[in-house]
Nanobody, 124 residues
Framework: QVQLVESGGGLVQAGDSLRLSCTAAGWIYSNYNMGWFRQAPGKEREFVAW????????FYADSVKGRFSISRDNGKNTVALQMNSLKPADTGVYYCAAQGVGASRYEASQYNYWGQGAQVTVSS
């Protein structure tokens, strides 16, 4: 059974940092590109960051560029999202997701597997 499990969410103040982790189980994780998305209340799920299965190509949404950092450890089947200088606008449920090679990295519909989500709340 394919499974993605996020951890590390929480309530922080503006300017603080958080680190989200996502662990994969039940599949050949290292063959999949990984992405992070987030969804704020009343809004659509939006792309945050993406990392190629090899780890040598990374993309970020403009809104998080310079503040967030994505990384992966294929030996441990994990992908992480380090979030610094958090803003209230970063509040939402954060999801990790996996996709096959060659799919569009920005479209949520192009991801095959999703985690259950981790709540991140940034207070002003």
């Amino acid at each position: 059974q394919v499974q993605l499990v996020e951890s590390g969410g929480g309530l922080v103040q503006a300017g603080d940092s958080l680190r989200l982790s996502c662990t994969a189980a039940g599949w050949i994780y290292s063959n999949y590109n990984m992405g992070w998305f987030r969804q704020a209340p009343g809004k659509e799920r939006e792309f945050v960051a993406w990392i190629r299965w090899t780890g040598d190509s990374i993309f970020y949404a403009d809104s998080v560029k310079g503040r967030f950092s994505i990384s992966r450890d294929n030996g441990k089947n994990t992908v992480a999202l380090q979030m610094n200088s958090l803003k209230p606008a970063d509040t939402g449920v954060y999801y990790c997701a996996a996709q096959g090679v060659g799919a569009s990295r920005y479209e949520a519909s192009q991801y095959n597997y999703w985690g259950q989500g981790a709540q991140v709340t940034v207070s002003s």
